[in-house]
C-alpha cells in the first residue's frame, strides 16, 4: 500500500513545478480549494514517508522527491497568499494581466504585490494607475522589472511618483524590451526628467502607445520627444495633451513627427498651441496618413491660425475624430476648415463647440455637414448659433443616418425654433445622445419633443439631457413626462433648473413616477433645485425605498 502511494506520488511530482504558476495566470480567477488539496495532499505524500536517525539514509531519488514536494507546498502557501491579497482588493490576474488599478494601495500593498512578481513570469499588463502611496516606492517594483521581462503595457497614471521613481522608471525600461504601451499621465516629476525616463528606447523599439497627459513637460522636454520620434517607428498613439509649455518647442515635435508614418491617434489638449502651431502642423499631416485621431482642442490661442493653412488637413483620408472645441476660432477659420472638413469622408466624430465666433459665419461649414455621412457624433454646443446657422444646420442633420450624439447646448436660438430638427428627430434611428442644455426652449419644444416620442421615434435614446430650461410650464413638463416611458432604453435624464433659480414641482412629477417605473434601464434623474411639497416628497421616499439599487433621484439644491 505504502509503495503504491508513493509511485503515485512520484509520478505527479515529476511534474515541473513551475505548471502551478502556468494555471495560476491562465486562469481567470485564483481558487484556493485547489491549493488548499494540494497542500493536504503533499501533507500525506510527506509523512507517508519520514525517516529516522536509525533508519537508511534515503536515496537521491528519495531526496529529489522530498525537496519537490516541500517545493510544491511552499508554492501552494505562495499562490493563497496571493489570492488572498487580490481578494481583499476585489481584483484578480486575468489573461496575463493585473489590473490594480484605483486599489487605495498602501505602502505594505506594494510590497505584496512586489512578491507577487516572481509569480508571474508570463505578466504582459501591469496597472496600477490611480493609487498614491505608489509614489516614493517604485523602485521596490522596478527593482523585480526583469523576473516580468515580458510586460507589454505599463500603467502608471496619477501615482504621485516622485524623482526618484522616475529616474529607477528609466533604468528598469531595459529590462522589459517587449513594452509597448507606456502611461505616465498625471505624474508632474515626469516633468523635466523625460530625457532620463525614455532614453533608454532605441531603434527597433515596440512601444505602441505613449501617454504623458498633465506631466508638466519643459520645453526641453518637447525637444527631446522631437529628436526620439523617429525612433519609435511602431507609435500609433501619442498623447502629450493639457502640457502647456511644449507649444514652444512644437517645431522639434512637428519634425519628429514626419516619422511617425503609423501614427493613430495625436492628442495635443491644451499644449499652448499658436496660430504658428497650426502652420507647423499643417506641413506634417501629409506625412501621416494613417492618422484616425487627431484632438487640437482647448488651445484659445489657436484662433486665426486655420486661415491659411488648412490645406493638408484634407490628406488625413482616414481621419475619424476632430476635436477643435474651446479653440477660439475667427471668422477666417470657419470659412477655410468650409473647405475642408466636407473632404475627410471617414469622419466619425467632429466637435466644434465653444467656439463662439462660429455663430454668425458658419452657416455654409454646418450646410456642408450633409457630406459627411458616416457622422456619428456631432457636438455644436455653445457655439452661439443664430437662427440662419442653426437652419442650415438642421437641413444637414436630415442626410446624418449614423448620428448617435447630438449636442446643442448653450445655443439659446434653439428655443422656439425646435420644429426645424422634427424631421431629424424622426428619421434619426440611432440617435442614443442628445443634449439641448441651456437652449431657451419654451413649452412648445418640449411639447414638440413629447410628439416626436409618441410617435415611436427616438426609441433608441439613451441620454437625454433638457436642463436648464426654466421657460417651460408645468403644462409642458407634464406632457413630455407622460409619454416619457415610450423611451425604453433612456439610462440618464436631466431636466435641473438654472443654479440661481427654484420651483415648485408641479403634479407633472406623478407623471414622471409612472413613468420611470416602466423604463427598463433607466439609472439616473436629475432634478435639481425643484421643489417638492410635502406630499410628493413622501412619493418620493417611497420610490426611493422600491428602487433603492437602481435608480437615483438626484434633487440636490432644494431649499
Not at 507546498?73 to 490594480?100: S, Y
Not at 511618483?161 to 529616474?167: H, I, K, P
Not at 442626410?399 to 430638427?421: I, Q, R, T
Amino acid at each position: 500500500m505504502s509503495q503504491t502511494r508513493k509511485k503515485s506520488s512520484s509520478e505527479g511530482e515529476t511534474k515541473p513545478w513551475t505548471s502551478f504558476v502556468n494555471r495560476f495566470l491562465s486562469s481567470s480567477k485564483l481558487r484556493s480549494s485547489k491549493a488548499k488539496s494540494r497542500k493536504e495532499s503533499n501533507d500525506l505524500e510527506t509523512t507517508d514517508f519520514q525517516p529516522s536517525d536509525e533508519t537508511q539514509k534515503p536515496a537521491p531519488l528519495d531526496t529529489a522527491k522530498a525537496l519537490s514536494s516541500e517545493m510544491g507546498l511552499e508554492l501552494g502557501c505562495r499562490m493563497e497568499k496571493n489570492e488572498q491579497f487580490l481578494q481583499k482588493l476585489g481584483k484578480q490576474a486575468v489573461d496575463k494581466g493585473l489590473d490594480l488599478n484605483n486599489c487605495r494601495l498602501t505602502t505594505a500593498d506594494v510590497r505584496e504585490m512586489v512578491a507577487l512578481l516572481p509569480f508571474l513570469p508570463d505578466l504582459e499588463k501591469l496597472d496600477i494607475s490611480w493609487n498614491d502611496f505608489v509614489g516614493g516606492t517604485l523602485p521596490l517594483i522596478t527593482e523585480q522589472m526583469h523576473l516580468v521581462n515580458k510586460l507589454k503595457s505599463l500603467r502608471l497614471g496619477s501615482c504621485r511618483l516622485t524623482t526618484d521613481d522616475v529616474r529607477a522608471l528609466g533604468e528598469a525600461l531595459k529590462a522589459i524590451p517587449d513594452l509597448e504601451e507606456l502611461n505616465l499621465s498625471w505624474n508632474s516629476k515626469v516633468g523635466g526628467n523625460v530625457p532620463l525616463i525614455l532614453q533608454e528606447f532605441q531603434a527597433g523599439s515596440k512601444i505602441r502607445m505613449l501617454e504623458l497627459v498633465d506631466c508638466a513637460l519643459t520645453s526641453e522636454d518637447g525637444t527631446f520627444m522631437g529628436q526620439l520620434l523617429p525612433v519609435l517607428q511602431s507609435l500609433e498613439v501619442l498623447d502629450l495633451s493639457m502640457n502647456r509649455n511644449i507649444g514652444g518647442s512644437l517645431n522639434s515635435i512637428a519634425q519628429g513627427l514626419k516619422s511617425t508614418s503609423s501614427l493613430k491617434v495625436l492628442k495635443l489638449q491644451s499644449c499652448g498651441l499658436s496660430q504658428k502651431s497650426v502652420t507647423l502642423l499643417d506641413a506634417v499631416f501629409r506625412y501621416l496618413s494613417e492618422l484616425r485621431k487627431l484632438d487640437l482642442s482647448c488651445n484659445k490661442e489657436l484662433g486665426g491660425g486655420f486661415e491659411d493653412s488648412p490645406a493638408q488637413l484634407a490628406t488625413l483620408e482616414h481621419l475619424e475624430v476632430l476635436d477643435l472645441h474651446q479653440c477660439s476660432l475667427t471668422a477666417g477659420d470657419v470659412v477655410s476648415l468650409t473647405q475642408v472638413i466636407p473632404l475627410l469622408s471617414h469622419l466619425q466624430e467632429l466637435d466644434l463647440s465653444a467656439n463662439q465666433k462660429m455663430g454668425s459665419s458658419s452657416e455654409n461649414l454646418l450646410s456642408r455637414l450633409r457630406f459627411l455621412p458616416a457622422l456619428k457624433s456631432l457636438l455644436i454646443s455653445n457655439c452661439a448659433l443664430e437662427r440662419e446657422t442653426f437652419t442650415a444646420l438642421a437641413e444637414a442633420s436630415i442626410h446624418l443616418p449614423a448620428l448617435e450624439v447630438f449636442n446643442l447646448s448653450w445655443n439659446k436660438c434653439v428655443g422656439g425654433n425646435l420644429k426645424l430638427l422634427l424631421e431629424t428627430l424622426k428619421l434619426s434611428t440611432s440617435l442614443q445622445v442628445l443634449r439641448l442644455s441651456s437652449c431657451s426652449l419654451v413649452t412648445e419644444d418640449v411639447a414638440l419633443l413629447a410628439s416626436v416620442i409618441q410617435t415611436g421615434h427616438l426609441a433608441r435614446l439613451q441620454k437625454l439631457d433638457l436642463s436648464y430650461n426654466d421657460s417651460v410650464c408645468d403644462a409642458g413638463w407634464a406632457i413630455f413626462c407622460q409619454n416619457l416611458w415610450l423611451l425604453k432604453e433612456l439610462t440618464e435624464l436631466d431636466i435641473s433648473l438654472r443654479p440661481s433659480t427654484f420651483r415648485d414641482c408641479g403634479q407633472w412629477f406623478r407623471h414622471l413616477l409612472c413613468s420611470v417605473t416602466r423604463l427598463p434601464e433607466i439609472t439616473e434623474i436629475g432634478m435639481k433645485r425643484w421643489i417638492l411639497p410635502p406630499s410628493l416628497e413622501e412619493e418620493l421616499e417611497c420610490f426611493d425605498r422600491d428602487h433603492r439599487s437602481s435608480i437615483r433621484f438626484d434633487h440636490g439644491g432644494c431649499q
